[in-house]
Structure formats: structure tokens, C-alpha cells
């Protein structure tokens, strides 16, 4: 008699799958004093180029009808391989501002889930795109109101009419989808169990994942190693579950410094850093016939970008601020007193800060980077000589950079050996 009562209750309650999508509330307008007329067609070439080059991935994308994406190499093989195998694991790796980020981005579609990895990465995920996500959150509702049925049945099944009456009447609770007092009956412990499901649940159901590690200093090799061991644990919770792809990018700085046996594993994908003629055409992909830098000023902000597209943009922006007159197109001389040596160098100081300690080899290092800019082939006798710089210091100096692939090497007359700078 009781299991009919529970049962005719129960069935009487409004089922989930005919439950609507919630509707999201639009953002609230902005107040007039803070709104800015960004209509396209009112912009000029050179507030279009600027809008472009301050333009990058954020948490919520980027506007790629201002920066179209220019398809790399690197791109193109990731892509290929994603698209005509089941399962892989594949690591993104390159300098800080080669656009590791953005290529992951770009490969995002309805069957690839991107996050940025944190340890409570899960945590985030149910707290702050629950309502984007939305199958996680009806997922949990769903568990939520079977765990909540089940417990209520046996509850009066058993005769405990003590916690059914603190249950209330399902048919009320269910009927008007109070999930609250699910969550209060139920108990903070069942309830974060329940999440866990919902969450594993929506995973189980992706096909790719686009995890974007960190960038760490050059002190954080035990973090990242941490960070490295809870990817691989996730890895392998979903490694016998068939058509899943890891894509993990990764700081090439750290990769070189702190190699990690688990990388062992992935195919390496290395976002080489791009030719000046390459920035240059993704500078008019974006920008056709803007006619705001002048060639010889354009080719000469692909060169001291040494190949790094965010800094190009970077460089790109300041010269457009200094540029105060705005006169168009913009000279060789407006960016070179915008684009100092000290500009230059505090750029190439953070990131040989990775591969030399010591500042005074920083500052050699960055110096021979420098003159190989505008000569190749030459040994390093005579990059010490026009430096300034010992031989003996220039000669470290150039193996490490070797190493790194800073720059590239070839044999000239018996054992001599010419570098040039790789870009």
C-alpha cells in the first residue's frame, strides 16, 4: 500500500525532459557616458589598423572579424591530424606570444571543450559556465531529482515518516522544481557528489579537449610539474573511452628547461617563431590595402618582432600612439624613435630571463641578437669585434642561443662556423 502511494506520487510530478532551456538575461546597456560609437564604417584605415593591433584572446574569445586568423603550418598539421584520427595526445608548444592560445581558440568547435587549467579548474567550470554549459546544470538536476526520488521512496518504504515529512510532499517539491530543498534534504556531501557526476558525465560526452596550461616563470618548474601530473591523471580517467583528443599547450621556455617524462607521450607540435614576410601577410589579412605604415616602416616591424606576433602588434600599436599627428602612412623614422633599444631590449630581457641568469649575459646575448638582425653568415670573432663583446663570452653566448634555437649555424671554410639569426 505504502510503494503505491510512493509511486503514484512520484509519477504524478512533472518530468525533466520536457524542461525548457532557461533564457539567459542580456547585459545591462552601458550608461551613455561610457559608450563608444565603434561602428566599423566610421572608422578610419589607421583606427582600424590600431583597433586591430590592440586587439587579443581573452576569456571570452576574440572578434575574429577584426583579427582574421592567419592559418600556420603548425595549425594546418594539428587540424589535419584532429580531423582524420579517433584519439591522440598532442602537445602545443611555443614561445610566449607565438599564439598558442589563439590556435587553440581556433580549433574550438561543438565537439572540442577549451579551459584554462588550474587545479580547481572543475570547480570554476560548474561555478562560472553552468549556465553556457547548460547540459552540466540538467545534468545535475536530473541526478538531483532521481537521487532525491529514490531517497524519498525508500524513506516511506522503510516507514520513516519522521524524514518523509521533513522531505515534504514530492509531488509539490518535483512539481514546482525546487530544487533548493532537494539540495537542503539531500546534504551538502550528496549534493557535491552528485556535481562530480554531472560534470564527468559532460566530459565523458567531449571529443576534444583544448587544455591551455599556464605560463609559468621561470621559478614555477615544480608547479608546473603539479600541473603536468593532475592533466595526466585526467588523461588517463578518460584514456580507455574511444575518439578523445588532448591537445595540452604549453610554454616552449619550460618545456626546454623542466622537460617532464609525460611529454614523452605527445606528439610535439612546435609553433615556430613566423618569418618577417609571414607577419606581414597576416598583418593584410586583416588589414587589405590600409596603406597606414609605409612597406620599408612594415618590414621593419616584422624584423624587430623577431618573428613573436605579439609583439609585432605590440610594436605596431606603439608607433600608431606615437604617431601623434596621425599622418598616414606612417614612416621608418616614426617607428624607430617609437621602438627604442631600450623598448627592444626589455622585451628580449624577459625572454632570455628563461635561458640566461645573469643579466650582463642577458644584455650580451640580446646585443648579438641585435646585430644579427641586419648580418648572417658571420662567425663569432667578428661578432665579438663589432659588439664589443669578449670572445670568449660571445662564444658562450652563441652556443646557448644554439641550443635554444635562437639563432642557426652552417659551416663556412674548414672548421669555421657562420650563425645567423633564425627566424
Avoid at 587549467?117 to 531529482?145: F, G, M, P, T
Avoid at 586583416?286 to 612597406?295: L, M, T
Avoid at 658562450?396 to 639569426?421: P, T
Wanted: proline residues 3%.
Amino acid at each position: 500500500m505504502i510503494e503505491e502511494t510512493v509511486h503514484e506520487m512520484l509519477d504524478s510530478c512533472t518530468r525533466f525532459d520536457d524542461e525548457p532551456k532557461p533564457e539567459l538575461k542580456p547585459m545591462e546597456s552601458q550608461p551613455e557616458s561610457c559608450k563608444f560609437d565603434d561602428s566599423e564604417k566610421k572608422l578610419t584605415p589607421l583606427q582600424r589598423v590600431y583597433r586591430w593591433a590592440a586587439s587579443g584572446v581573452s576569456d571570452s574569445g576574440y572578434d575574429s572579424e577584426i583579427d582574421r586568423f592567419y592559418e600556420t603550418p603548425v595549425y594546418k598539421s594539428l587540424l589535419f591530424k584532429l580531423q582524420n584520427t579517433d584519439k591522440s595526445l598532442s602537445m602545443l608548444t611555443g614561445l610566449q606570444g607565438t599564439g598558442k592560445t589563439r590556435i587553440l581558440y581556433q580549433l574550438r568547435n561543438n565537439d572540442c571543450f577549451y579551459f584554462k587549467w588550474n587545479k580547481d579548474w572543475k570547480e570554476e567550470l560548474w561555478r562560472e559556465r553552468c549556465v553556457e554549459w547548460y547540459s552540466i546544470q540538467r545534468r545535475y538536476n536530473d541526478n538531483l531529482a532521481e537521487e532525491y526520488e529514490n531517497q524519498v521512496r525508500a524513506s516511506l518504504v522503510a516507514g520513516a515518516s519522521q524524514k518523509a515529512n521533513k522531505a515534504g510532499d514530492p509531488r509539490t517539491i518535483l512539481g514546482r522544481k525546487d530544487y533548493g530543498s532537494m539540495e537542503a534534504f539531500l546534504g551538502k556531501a550528496k549534493c557535491k557528489e552528485l556535481k562530480e557526476q554531472a560534470i564527468s558525465g559532460f566530459l565523458y560526452c567531449i571529443k576534444i579537449f583544448l587544455i591551455d596550461m599556464p605560463d609559468y616563470s621561470k621559478s614555477n618548474a615544480n608547479a608546473m610539474n603539479h600541473d603536468i601530473a593532475g592533466i595526466q591523471e585526467f588523461y588517463e580517467s578518460l584514456e580507455n573511452k574511444a575518439n578523445t583528443h588532448f591537445v595540452i599547450g604549453v610554454q616552449k621556455e619550460l618545456v626546454l628547461k623542466n622537460p617532464h617524462f609525460w611529454w614523452g607521450k605527445c606528439d610535439k607540435y612546435v609553433i615556430e617563431p613566423l618569418y618577417s614576410q609571414q607577419l606581414i601577410e597576416a598583418y593584410n589579412l586583416s588589414n587589405p590595402e590600409s596603406g597606414v605604415f609605409a612597406p620599408v616602416a612594415l618590414q621593419y616591424l616584422a624584423e624587430i618582432s623577431r618573428g613573436v606576433f605579439r609583439r609585432f602588434k605590440k610594436y605596431m600599436r606603439l608607433s600608431i600612439e606615437a604617431d601623434q599627428e596621425q599622418k598616414v602612412p606612417i614612416s621608418e623614422d616614426i617607428v624607430k624613435s617609437a621602438i627604442t633599444d631600450q623598448v627592444i631590449f626589455e622585451d628580449m630581457d624577459q625572454e632570455l630571463a628563461d635561458v640566461f641568469d645573469d643579466e650582463e649575459k642577458r644584455r650580451c646575448a640580446s646585443a648579438i641578437l641585435g646585430y644579427l638582425r641586419t648580418h648572417s653568415d658571420v662567425n663569432v670573432k667578428t661578432i665579438a669585434e663589432d659588439t664589443e663583446i669578449s670572445e670568449t663570452m660571445a662564444q658562450k653566448i652563441v652556443q646557448k642561443l644554439l641550443l635554444y634555437k635562437y639563432i642557426s649555424a652552417k659551416h663556412g671554410e674548414g672548421k669555421e662556423k657562420l650563425v645567423s639569426l633564425q627566424l
